[in-house]
Each structure stands twice: as C-alpha cells, then as structure tokens.
C-alpha cells in the first residue's frame, strides 16, 4: 500500500532529523525502523522522539512498553502520532 | 613507588558550603533538591540539587565557590604546584546568560586567577568521570616526580545545557534519586565543587592507592558490564591490591534503570565476596564532572566521623546486590567508582594509614 | 626524562579536500550524526594508526586528546536550540567531548585508558602523556575544526634510544615531517 500524504510528511522528518542517506520516497510504510530495515538504534529513536514531540506535540517516551509496536514501522508510528495529537 | 596522600580536602554540594555543613546535614534527611523547570515538548518538573548560596551574577558566584573550597582544602599553601581542573560543563551556565564567551583557555585562565595559581593548570573534560580521570593524572604527575603537590578541582555550576540534554536523553528522573532502587527511574542531577588535594611531601589519613579509567565505545551513553569488569582488574592492578582487599565500594549507581543493572552485575561477577556497598547519589545528586571529588571528600569524611547516610528506597532484589545501611567497621580500603557518559568506566582505590 | 620515538602521525592541517569521502571510505559509510568536529577527529586517529602500521591500538596505550576549541560549534547549535525547548539529542551529545573518545574506541575495536584535555598547548598534553603512559605508548591527537580546521595525531612509544641533537620544540616541531623523536623534560617539550 503506497504512503499517505501524512506518512510521507512522517518519512521527510525522519530523514531530515536523522540525517538519513536514504531519500523520503524510499521509505516503504510497513518496513522495519530498527535493526533491519533503515537500522535505526536507540538514540536515533530518542531524537526522533523529541523531533516528533516538537512537530506534533505528542510525547513519547523511551521506556514505553509499547514503543517496539508504536516504532515498528512508518504506519504504526504515523498511526500513534495521529491517535495522540492534541486536537 | 612514592606514596600520594590526601593532605586536604573541600565541598560545596546542595548539603553545604563546606564538609563540616555537609556531615551536618546528612543525616538528617536524604531529600535536599528544588524542582527545575524546563521548557518545550517534554516540559515539566525536575528535582535537582542546587548548592544554597543565592548570588545572581554566575562567575561571582563560581569564584566565591571555588575560592572557599580551594581554601578549605589548603590550596594556598601549594600555589605552584599541579592544577587540575575536572568539568563537564566549564563556565557554560555563564555563557548562557551572555556573561561569557565559550572558551576552554580563558575559563583555565580565570580559575587560576581566582585562585591565584601559578603552576600548571589541565583541565580534564571526560563527563562524569573527570574527576577521577585528573585524579589519575594528578598520580602519575606526583609519582613521576614531575611535581609534589597537586590540587584536583571538580567544578559542575548550575547550566541548563546539562540539564536540557540528560533532560532529552530521556535519563533524568521526575521523582528521586534512588540507587539500586526497585522503583528507580534516572538521575538527579546536582551542582558540586570539590577539592583534593594531593602531596608526596607530608603522611595524611587517606592515601591514593591507585586506579583505572577503562573507555568502551560499545555505549556512547552508558556502562558495559566488560568494561566495569575491567576497570576492577586494572584497578587493582595499578594499586597492588587484590578484590579481597577492597573493605567498601563507593557505586556509581544514580538510579538508572540499566546503568545500575549493568554496574550490579560487573560487580557480582568481580567480586566472590560482595563488600559492603555504598551511593551519595540520593544525598547529593549525581554532579557530573565534579562528582568523584565530591564523592571521595563526603566519603572519607564519612569514614573518619562515624557519620553515615539514610537510604529512603527499596532496594532491587533483582540486582542481587545491597547498599550498606550502616557504617562498615574498620575500613581499610575502599573503592570510589564512576561510570559516565562516553562509555567512560573509572575507579580508584584509597587507602587508610 | 621521557623519549618517545614517533611512529606514525597525521598531520591534516588543513585536511585535505575530500577528507570526508576518505573517511566514509575507511569508516565503510558515511557517518551521519558524530557531528564535523568528532568526524575530523577519526579521520586524523585512524591515518595515524594506519601510518604508523598498527591495525589496533594495543589495550595498555594511552588515549589522550586535545583541542583548543573542541565541541564550541555544536555547543553554540545546542544553546540555540535550548531558547525555547530542550536541545535535540544527538546534538547534545556533539558538545560533549568525550564522545569523540567513545567513538574512537569503537572504531578501533579498543577499549582503555582515554581522556580529553580542554585548552592548554600540544606540549602541555605531551607532558600529560609521559607521566601516564606506560610501555605501550600513546595516541595523542589535537583536533580542531575551526578556523580550516586541524587533525594532528601522533603515535608515541617510549624508547631508550636517543635521536640527534635535542631542539627545543614548539608545537610546529612536534607536528613536523622532521622529528623522530620527541624529549620531555621536566616542564619542557623537546623534539629531534
């Protein structure tokens, strides 16, 4: 399933914050971002946590239980994000 | 080889403005912070442990610290010997409000004046174990021969820049320092200024045995078990002394929820017989660059006064491991460790006359 | 007295052009978050050891690093950012300068005695290493990355032998093609 309009504005983020090599076009929406997939470790994931606290306003916090499923893919994250934002 | 002793010694944490302040107030309480605010996406309350000395202008208020500290410690008397300077955060506080330029050189050079030093002056940046690394560094000088006297001077100021980045590293905890705890949750952070100072020339109660500074870049932030490990072997090693030996640790352990798992089992798997254990993080905070000084001058104090500390927590049973809630008789020798930032594992061992 | 004899260094001041391309090539990729300062600094360590025919840094050498500067551009990036809002993770971990150690010590596979000195002068540092190092030696490294930027690494071990007639060194004869040997004495720094 192709990304949407809000997973692709997740993915720039992604790719701006971390200073990724990879381009936002090739991140697939249900790829993995740790280990395999865009090999993201624990630090990336805690600036990208307050990247996404900056920009979206929801916090998320690096010894949530749930973070392995919230940070599994672009579509889960982007699915968090949206669930939690301050409307 | 020529033994280094520790002639003089001086503190200002948030329990005082000198050693004498500081064993007054330990036992009467563990909780000695104010809360800190910070701004932005993860905004709030943190605990921290401010030195009570109200002075607006931030060098003012540095340069009464340290000249009281260095004085306690008996500083005037060794002017043109070795100083060395052990931070994580310089003057930054200062650089922060505008009242200063960033410069390494200029803030060596303005602690130095305030303390009217004219000998060498280092400044040893390894986070927080800065101070034991100068204190290595100190050793080697005195034992070389190269100088006789030496002043190892832990400065960590109140800054937001430490504040905000433990604050964004997701380590700092919104309820307590509580080390090996079963309900730890991060570090407090704590401001410090600490002075030891060394000599070959005169016998004092505590000499330096020796010690080990071992870096793992496996965790840019935090403590391996290898390398806790071997750090203990190094350590002994460098002061001729076995793990038998060791009478008492003084832990890093500030409440981290991996770092104090990490520093258990190092230990567990270092020592067969487990010495009494021992944390100044719940009573102090954990001050950085400043801390192994800090640390080592409450600790001996301690040791020498019969005063001892208040635990408020419960210990993790997980860890197998347990802090001593009373005064260890008859020590000997103890071991003052800190594991840090940049995978940095330091320990020395101090010895008793 | 402390001889050392010089067996490998970098001296990239300024480093050449494409440092950065040969770095990505040495490190296998290109590093994304260390910041310019902590990259500058591999770049200059691993030639070093490279020259100086050593695929490791043995476990019992000295790492000692030295900067003028050190971490002043991320450290000003991280203040700016702290106007409003906590400063970003990756780029508070730039301004401690003891990452670049951590980093090198993952680098070269190394795990030992490291430390970094703010200020001061090359030779002040060198005196710093010949109280602490033992036989194995030291790494010694000052970085700076402003003003062209500078990655100067010298591979030290003590020796017995002498080299030609001692000169009194400055930081330039210590960072020189000439020198082979490095004296310290005393408070004084000496290079032949």
């Not at chain 2, 004498?20 to 000695?32: D, K, R, W």
């Not at chain 2, 000998?119 to 005195?142: R, Y």
């Not at chain 2, 040791?303 to 419960?314: P, Q, S, T």
């Not at chain 2, 809630?325 to 020798?333: I, L, S, Y």
Request: net charge negative.
């Amino acid at each position: 399933m192709a990304a949407s309009t809000q997973e692709k504005e997740l993915a720039q983020l992604i790719v701006t914050s971390l200073n990724l090599e990879v381009s936002a076009d090739e991140i697939e929406p249900d790829a993995a971002l740790y280990g395999e997939g865009l090999g993201l470790d624990s630090i990336d994931i805690l600036e990208l946590s307050l990247a996404i606290s900056k920009t979206y306003g929801v916090q998320l916090k690096s010894d949530d239980a749930d973070n392995n499923k919230i940070f599994s893919s672009l579509r889960s994250l982007n699915e968090h994000i949206q669930q939690h934002r301050p409307k | 080889m020529t033994p280094v002793n520790i002639a003089g010694r001086g503190l200002a944490c948030s329990l005082g403005l000198s050693v004498e302040q500081v064993l007054a107030s330990l036992p009467q309480t563990a909780v000695h912070t104010t809360q800190v605010t910070l701004p932005g996406a993860m905004a709030g309350d943190y605990p921290f442990h401010a030195i009570p000395l109200s002075q607006s202008d931030w060098n003012e208020r540095a340069r009464e610290l340290v000249q009281r500290v260095a004085a306690e410690a008996g500083a005037q008397q060794i002017r043109d010997g070795v100083l060395l300077i052990a931070t994580s955060s310089f003057d930054i506080g200062a650089v922060e409000r505008g009242a200063t330029q960033m410069d390494y050189q200029a803030f060596a050079d303005k602690v130095a004046a305030w303390l009217d030093w004219s000998g060498p002056v280092h400044v040893v940046n390894t986070a927080c174990t800065s101070s034991l690394n100068a204190l290595l560094a100190a050793q080697a000088l005195l034992r070389s021969g190269e100088a006789t006297d030496a002043l190892v001077l832990g400065i960590e100021l109140d800054n937001r820049l430490t504040l905000g980045g433990f604050a964004a590293l997701q380590l700092l905890s919104r309820t307590g320092s509580k080390p090996f705890g079963d309900q730890r949750d991060g570090l407090v952070l704590g401001e410090a200024v600490a002075a030891l100072r060394l000599t070959t020339r005169e016998h004092a109660i505590w000499g330096l045995a020796g010690g080990a500074n071992v870096v793992d870049g496996e965790q840019p932030t935090g403590a391996s078990v290898r390398a806790v490990k071997e750090m203990c072997a190094h350590a002994f090693a460098d002061s001729a002394v076995g793990a038998d030996a060791i009478d008492l640790i003084k832990v890093q352990a500030a409440g981290s929820p991996g770092n104090d798992a990490v520093e258990a089992q190092g230990l567990r798997e270092t020592f067969k017989h487990m010495p009494p254990l021992v944390s100044l993080k719940a009573a102090m905070g954990h001050a950085m660059g400043a801390s192994g000084a800090a640390e080592i001058v409450l600790l001996t104090a301690c040791l020498e006064r019969g005063v001892w500390l208040l635990y408020e927590h419960e210990v993790d049973k997980e860890l197998g491991v347990a802090l001593a809630t009373t005064m260890p008789q008859n020590v000997r020798r103890f071991m003052a460790t800190i594991l840090g930032f940049g995978g940095s594992h330091a320990s020395v061992i101090l010895e008793r006359a | 007295m402390t001889t050392f004899a010089i067996q490998g260094r970098c001296l990239a001041v300024p480093p050449p052009l494409d440092w950065r391309e040969q770095l990505a090539g040495m490190l296998g990729a290109k590093p994304r978050r260390i910041g310019n300062w902590a990259e500058l600094g591999l770049y200059g360590a691993l030639n070093c050891l490279a020259e100086a025919g050593e695929k490791e840094l043995p476990p019992d050498a000295l790492l000692l690093l030295g900067s003028q500067r050190g971490t002043y551009v991320p450290t000003g990036q991280a203040l700016e950012q702290m106007h409003d809002d906590l400063p970003m993770p990756l780029t508070f971990l730039q301004t401690q300068p003891s990452q670049l150690l951590a980093l090198l010590a993952a680098q070269m596979r190394w795990r030992g005695h490291a430390a970094f000195i703010a200020g001061g002068t090359p030779q002040t540092l060198l005196e710093l290493a010949a109280a602490q190092c033992g036989s194995a030696g030291v790494l010694l490294g000052w970085v700076d990355e402003m003003e062209g930027g500078g990655s100067l690494w010298l591979r030290l071990k003590p020796c017995e032998i002498s080299g030609g007639k001692p000169v009194v060194a400055s930081a330039e004869s210590m960072f020189s093609l000439e020198a082979t040997h490095l004296y310290v004495v005393g408070n004084g720094v000496q290079a032949a």
